[in-house]
C-alpha cells in the first residue's frame, strides 16, 4: 500500500532477503489487538446496535419498541430537513476546505520567512483550536447579535445601514457557522502545513528566486506540489469533520433559523434527544456513516491517483 | 521564505501577517471582554465560589488522565503491530479502526445510554472515560503508525539479530524513538477529553463526579441566562488549557508534525 | 533487609519474597539468567499474592462504605417521612429562588436535607431519562404538565402519592388545589405528580416609563399599535420584541393569543384535532403574525434571537418597550430579581430599573373578541418510586404544593402562582420597584388568572409545538400562511 522511505529518502528495495525476513518477522495481533479489542469493539458494538434501533419506531426508554422495517429510511427520503443537512453539509465542506487550506499555507509561508514576533502570531492562531466549542459558542453569539459588538461595531463607524440581525437570515448564519469552523481549525492546519513545508529544501526555493520567481509563483510552483500528502489528508480530516459537525451549530444557532443551519449531527441531535423518535435518529446516523466512509474512500482514491498519497 | 530582505516586502509581510491574525484574535478579547461585563470582577468570584469547583478540575483532569492512559497504550501497542510487525490481513483491521473515524459523538447516545444503565455504570467517570478514549484511539494509531513507518527497519532488525522479542524490541528501542509522536498524542488527547462536553453531560450528574466543562451550563437558567457569569465561567475554564498550550507548544508541533507527514 | 517493616497485610508476602530472594542468591550453581528469571517469577508471584490481597481489601472496604453510605438500615419501606438526604432536580426556579423555597422547609423540617441541582430546560429530557432508569437518580424532580418532560412521560418512575395527599389534604383534596393540575398529572389513576406551580400567558409586558416618555396609551387594536410602534421606532426604540429562534417556542403563545382574537375556540379545536390547523381562521392567525412583522409592530430579524437571553436582556435593560411573555414575568417587578436579572445582562450597576405593567393582549383582529388568559399547571414534583429516602422525598414534595407554608415561598417568590386555594402572595413583604403602579396590575392579573380557563401547552406534544415554531418561522421569514398551516398540520398528523 505505501512506499516508505527511510530517513535518507531513497525508496526501500525489497529483495528476496527482505521476503525472508518478513516472514521471520514476529507475529503483529496480538500488537494491534487492545487497540482493536477497544476502540473497535466498541464504536462497532454502537454501530450495529445503532443499526438494530433504525428499524425501529422507540423512544428509547420505554419497553415498547416496534419494528418498522425500512420505514425509517423512506421517511429520510421524504425529510426536506435531511436533504437540506446535505446541502449545508457539501457546502460546509467546500468553503471550509478551501479557505482553511488557502489561510493555512499562507500563515505557514509567512511563519517561515523572517519576520517579527512570530511566535506569538503562531500562539493566536492557535488558541482557538485548544478552546472547547462550549466556551467560546456564547461569544459568537453575542458578536453577531442585533445589538452585540459587531453591529455596535458598524454603527459606531457610521456604517449603520450594514448592521443587519445577522442570524436571522439563513444563508449568513451558515456563512458564520462556517466562519467559526475556520476560526477554530486554521491553526492545526497552519501548524501541518508549516512542518511539511520545512521539509521543502531551501535551495530549491533559493534557485528558484534566484531564476527570478515571485512569491506567488514560489508558493503554486514549488509549495502547493510539495505539501500534496498534506493537503489529501487534511481533505479527509475536513471531509469527515464536516459530517460530524454537531458542537458549532448545536450551541450557536440551533439549527436555526428555520432549519438553514441545520446538519447531521444536530438533526439526530433533536430527533433522538428532543423528539424521542430515536429509531429515525439511528437511520440518520448509518447513513452519516455511509457517506463518510464513502466521502474517505473517494477522497483517497483521487488523491492517489494523482500521485503518491500515504494515509 | 519568502522574500524578507528588501524593507518594503518586509513591512507588506509584516502588515499582511498581522491582518490575517486580527480576526483570529478578536473573539478572544471580545470573550475576555463580555466576561467582565456588568460586575466586572464579581462575575470571577461569583464563579469561583460555586462550591465543589476544585472539584471539577480534580474530574477533569482524572478523566484526562485516565483516557490518556488508555490510548497511549493502545496506540503505541498498535502502531508497533501495524507499521512493523506481520498480521495477516493488515489493511482490513486498519480500515476497520479508521472507519470509526466517522462516528459523530451524537451517534454513540442511544446504544451507550442503553448499556451504560444496563451494567450500571451510570454517573461514574467511566462512561465517560471509556467512550472518549475509543473515539480517540483511530487518529492517533493514524497519526502514531505514520510516524513509526518513518523509524528505520535496521535498528529494529539488529535488536531481533540480538536475540530480543517484539516486546523488548518494542519496549527498550521503539518506545524512546517515538517519544516526539507520544508527546503529540498526549497533548491531542488531554485537549479532547478536557474539552468533552456531551458525554459529561448526559453521563455524570452529580456535582462530584462532573467536569469542568458543564460550569457555564450552571449559570443557564429557565428565566436567566446569565451571559456574564457564562463567559467568565468560560475563560476560568479555558485558561489551564491556554496555559498548557503555549508552555508545551513545541513538543505538540514537532509531534504533529512529524506524525501526519510521511 | 526490609523483616525490619511493620507488618501488614502484605508482611508476610513480603517476607516470604525475602527468603525467596536470599535462597535464589545463595545457590551459586544456578546460572545467572536463570537465577534473574527465578527472581523475577517469585517477585511477580508475591506481587500477585499481594495484589490478591488488596483487591479483596479494596473490595471488602468498597462494600462495607456502600452500605454505610446508605443510611444505616437500608429499608426498602422508604426511610424516615422527617430525617433524611434528598436530591431535587429541577430546571425551575432559579438557584436563589430555590434556596429561598428550601430554607423555608428546613424551618418546619431542619432534618431533611436538600440539595436543589438546576438543570438547563435544553437538556432536562435528555437528562433526566437515564437518571431515573439507573439506580443514582434524584428522589424529587420537577415535571410539566405537557411536552418532552411531563408527568406522563416519566410516570413508569414515579410513585404513586394518592395516599399521601389524602393523608395531608383529606379525601377531598382535588377540590382544595387547582383543578386542571390535579388531572395533568393523574396518569393511568395514579397521581404521579403533586402539583406546585401555574403559569399563565397571552399578555403583554410593557416598559412603562417607555410609554410615559412619549406620552403613549397602551395599544387596544392593531391600529393602536402600529401608531404606537412608529412612535418608538422614530425614536430609536425597537418595538414588540420577540425572539423565535431556539426551542422555547414562546412566539406558540402569540400565535395562541393571536388566534383567540380572530376566533375564541378555534385554537383549541386545532389543538384537539376538532380543526385543522388549515382552517380558515388558523390561516388568517398566520397571516397576522405575517402582517406584524411587516407593518412595523414586531421587531425585524425575530426568526435570528432567542427569547432567551437576548430579548429578556433587552427588555429589562430598557431598550425595548414591550415583550409578550407569560405571568411568570412578574418576578421582574420585585427589586430583587430585576438587580439579579440585570446583573446578568451584564449592564452597568445603575442602570435604571424599569417599571414593568401587564397589558392584555391587544385585538389585534378587530372583531372585539376578549383577550383571554390561558392557564396550565406549570410544573408538580414527582418522586423517584426507587428513592432511598422515598418518605422524606414525599414530605417535600407535597410540602411545596400542597400546604400553605410552602405555597406561600412559591408565591411570594413571584415566578410562578400558587396551585393551593386560598394562598396569594403577600405583597407587603414583597419590595416593589413601582408598587403603586405595579400592585394593583398584579393583583389584577393574579385574578384574572384564577378565573382561567383556557389551556396553555397542555395537549400539544412536543412534535405539534415544533411544528407550530417552525409555521412561525415561516411566516415571519415570508413563506405564505398556507403553506406554513399545512406544515403544522402535517406535524399535527405525525404526532397521533
Known amino acids: 500500500m505505501t512506499t516508505t522511505t527511510n530517513e535518507v529518502g531513497a525508496p526501500r528495495v525489497r529483495s528476496s532477503v527482505h521476503r525472508r525476513e518478513r516472514l521471520r518477522s514476529p507475529a503483529g495481533l496480538p500488537w494491534i489487538l487492545p487497540a482493536m479489542l477497544f476502540s473497535v469493539g466498541i464504536l462497532y458494538y454502537c454501530l450495529l446496535y ?14 415498547l419498541q416496534v419494528n418498522v422495517g425500512a420505514a425509517n429510511y423512506a421517511r429520510m427520503l421524504k425529510d426536506h430537513v435531511f436533504w437540506g443537512s446535505l446541502w449545508h453539509t457539501a457546502a460546509f465542506f467546500v468553503v471550509t476546505f478551501t479557505v482553511q487550506v488557502a489561510l493555512g499555507i499562507t500563515f505557514a509561508c509567512l511563519l517561515h520567512s523572517r519576520l517579527y514576533l512570530r511566535t506569538l502570531y503562531k500562539v493566536l492562531i492557535f488558541i482557538p483550536v485548544v478552546l472547547s466549542t462550549a466556551t467560546t459558542a456564547p461569544v459568537f453569539r453575542q458578536i453577531f447579535a442585533p445589538d452585540g459588538e459587531l453591529n455596535n461595531f458598524l454603527r459606531a463607524v457610521g456604517l449603520e445601514t450594514l448592521a443587519h440581525p445577522w442570524f436571522a437570515n439563513g444563508t449568513i448564519a451558515l456563512i458564520i457557522i462556517m466562519g467559526v469552523q475556520i476560526w477554530q481549525s486554521t491553526g492545526v492546519v497552519s501548524v501541518l502545513y508549516f512542518a511539511a513545508i520545512s521539509h521543502i529544501e531551501p535551495d530549491v526555493i533559493e534557485a528558484a528566486r534566484i531564476d527570478g520567481a515571485g512569491n506567488m509563483r514560489i508558493i503554486s510552483s514549488i509549495v502547493w506540489p510539495g505539501v500534496r500528502g498534506t493537503t489529501i489528508a487534511i481533505a479527509i480530516l475536513t471531509a469527515i469533520g464536516s459530517l460530524k459537525t454537531f458542537d458549532i451549530p448545536f450551541l450557536i444557532t ?55 498519497a500515504d494515509v | 521564505m519568502f522574500e524578507t530582505r528588501r524593507l518594503r516586502s518586509r513591512v507588506f509581510l509584516q502588515i499582511l501577517l498581522t491582518i490575517l491574525v486580527v480576526p483570529f484574535a478578536l473573539p478572544l478579547v471580545a470573550m475576555v471582554r463580555g466576561s467582565f461585563a456588568g460586575s466586572g470582577w464579581g462575575n470571577y468570584r461569583t464563579v469561583l465560589s460555586l ?25 503505541m501497542t498498535a502502531a508497533y503491530g501495524f507499521s512493523k510487525l506481520h498480521v495477516r490481513g493488515k489493511e482490513i483491521y486498519f480500515w476497520a479502526l479508521l472507519a470509526t473515524l466517522t462516528l459523530p459523538e451524537v451517534v454513540l447516545l442511544a446504544p451507550l445510554f442503553a448499556t451504560v444503565t444496563k451494567i450500571g455504570a451510570y454517573n461514574t467517570l467511566w462512561a465517560v472515560i471509556l467512550p472518549v478514549a475509543a473515539l480517540q484511539v483511530p487518529f492517533t494509531t493514524l497519526l502514531a503508525r505514520n510516524f513509526v513507518d518513518g523509524i528505520s527497519d535496521q535498528m529494529l532488525e539488529a535488536a531481533r539479530v540480538d536475540g530480543a522479542n517484539a516486546a523488548r524490541t518494542f519496549w527498550h528501542i521503539l518506545l524512546p524513538l517515538t517519544r516526539p509522536i507520544m508527546a503529540a498524542v498526549v497533548v491531542l488527547v488531554f485537549i479532547n477529553a478536557w474539552n ?28 436567566n441566562n446569565d451571559q456574564t457569569k457564562v463567559l467568565a465561567a468560560a475563560v476560568i475554564t479555558g485558561l489551564p488549557i491556554v496555559l498548557a498550550y503555549i508552555c508545551l507548544q513545541r513538543f505538540f508541533e514537532r509531534g504533529l508534525a512529524a506524525g501526519a507527514l510521511k | 533487609m526490609s523483616l525490619s517493616r511493620k507488618p501488614g497485610p502484605c508482611a508476610d508476602a513480603e517476607a516470604a519474597s525475602d527468603t525467596a530472594r536470599i535462597s535464589a542468591g545463595a545457590a551459586p550453581h544456578e546460572s545467572s539468567v536463570a537465577q534473574r528469571r527465578k527472581r523475577s517469577r517469585l517477585r511477580r508471584a508475591s506481587l500477585t499474592r499481594r495484589a490478591a490481597r488488596t483487591t479483596i481489601a479494596v473490595g471488602a472496604l468498597a462494600s462495607v462504605g456502600l452500605t454505610g453510605c446508605g443510611g444505616g438500615a437500608t429499608s426498602n419501606n422508604g426511610g424516615s417521612a422527617t430525617v433524611g438526604n434528598i436530591t431535587w432536580w429541577s430546571w425551575t426556579p432559579d438557584n436563589d429562588l430555590a434556596a429561598r423555597e428550601i430554607a423555608a422547609f428546613n424551618k418546619q423540617y431542619p432534618q431533611i436535607k436538600v440539595t436543589y441541582k438546576k438543570v438547563p430546560i435544553d437538556n432536562y429530557a435528555a437528562i433526566l431519562k437515564p437518571a431515573l432508569a439507573s439506580k443514582d437518580g434524584p428522589d424529587v424532580y420537577t415535571v410539566n404538565a405537557s411536552g418532552r418532560f411531563s408527568a406522563e412521560a416519566f410516570a413508569p418512575y414515579a410513585y404513586d402519592l394518592t395516599s399521601d395527599v389524602k393523608r395531608l389534604l383529606g379525601d377531598d383534596w382535588q377540590s382544595k388545589v387547582y383543578a386542571d393540575g390535579a388531572k395533568a398529572f393523574t396518569v393511568k389513576g395514579r397521581l404521579v405528580a403533586a402539583e406546585w406551580a401555574k403559569v399563565g400567558a397571552g399578555i403583554v409586558w410593557i416598559n412603562k416609563g417607555l410609554f410615559d416618555k412619549y406620552r403613549l396609551q397602551p395599544p387596544q387594536t392593531m391600529g393602536d399599535w402600529v401608531s404606537v410602534c412608529r412612535t418608538f421606532r422614530a425614536n430609536g426604540h425597537g418595538c414588540l420584541r420577540e425572539g423565535l429562534a431556539g426551542t422555547s417556542g414562546f412566539v406558540v403563545d402569540t400565535l395562541h393569543s393571536i388566534a383567540d382574537s380572530v376566533e375564541p375556540g378555534a ?14 381562521a388558523l390561516v388568517q392567525s398566520l397571516q397576522i403574525l405575517q402582517t406584524m412583522s411587516k407593518n412595523g409592530i414586531l421587531d425585524e430579524g425575530a426568526v435570528g434571537i432567542q427569547q432567551y437571553p437576548d430579548v429578556n436582556n433587552a427588555f429589562l435593560s430598557g431598550k425595548v418597550p414591550m415583550v409578550q411573555m407569560g405571568t411568570w414575568y412578574q418576578q421582574y417587578a420585585t427589586v430583587n430579581s430585576l438587580t439579579a436579572a440585570l446583573q446578568g445582562a451584564g449592564v452597568a450597576q445603575d442602570t435604571e430599573k424599569i417599571t414593568i405593567l401587564p397589558i392584555a393582549f391587544p385585538d389585534i383582529a378587530g372583531k372585539g373578541n376578549p383577550s383571554p388568559l390561558f392557564a396550565d399547571p406549570d410544573a408538580g414534583q414527582s418522586v423517584n418510586a426507587k428513592s432511598k429516602a422515598r418518605n422524606a422525598a414525599v414530605t417535600f414534595a407535597l410540602w411545596l404544593g400542597h400546604t400553605k407554608e410552602g405555597q406561600q415561598v412559591v408565591a411570594d417568590n413571584m415566578d410562578s402562582f400558587p396551585t393551593l386555594t386560598g394562598v396569594a402572595p403577600n405583597f407587603d413583604s414583597i419590595q416593589l420597584v413601582n408598587p403603586g403602579l405595579q400592585r394593583p396590575a398584579l393583583q389584577d392579573v393574579s385574578e384574572r388568572l384564577l378565573q382561567a380557563t383556557e389551556a396553555r401547552s397542555v395537549g400539544i406534544s412536543a412534535a405539534l409545538n415544533q411544528g407550530i415554531i417552525d409555521g412561525c418561522q415561516a411566516v415571519v421569514s415570508g413563506k405564505s400562511p398556507s403553506d406554513a398551516a399545512a406544515t403544522i398540520q402535517s406535524a399535527a398528523d405525525s404526532s397521533r
Not at chain 2, 51 to 75: R, W
Not at chain 3, 267 to 274: L, P, R, S, T
Open chain 1, 50 to 63: 445503532t443499526g438494530y434501533i433504525s428499524t425501529l419506531d422507540w423512544d428509547g426508554a420505554s419497553p
Open chain 2, 51 to 75: 462550591p465543589l469547583l476544585p472539584g471539577f478540575f480534580v474530574n477533569s483532569a482524572l478523566l484526562a488522565a485516565a483516557v490518556i492512559v488508555i490510548v497511549l497504550i493502545c496506540t
Open chain 2, 196 to 223: 468533552d462536553f456531551l458525554l459529561p453531560l448526559l453521563f455524570l450528574q452529580t456535582p462530584d463526579r462532573q467536569t469542568v466543562t458543564l460550569v457555564p451550563s450552571f449559570f443557564v437558567g429557565q428565566y
Open chain 3, 267 to 280: 385554537w383549541k379545536a386545532a389543538v384537539d384535532g376538532q380543526k385543522k390547523w388549515t382552517d380558515p
Open chain 1, 254 to 308: 440551533g439549527g436555526g433559523p428555520s432549519y438553514a443551519t441545520e446538519f447531521f449531527g444536530t438533526q439526530i441531535y433533536r430527533v433522538s434527544v428532543s423528539l424521542s423518535q430515536v429509531g429515525y435518529g439511528a437511520a440518520l446516523s448509518v447513513v452519516l456513516l455511509v457517506l463518510a466512509i464513502s466521502a474517505a474512500i473517494v477522497i483517497n482514491a483521487g488523491g492517489r491517483r494523482g500521485g503518491r
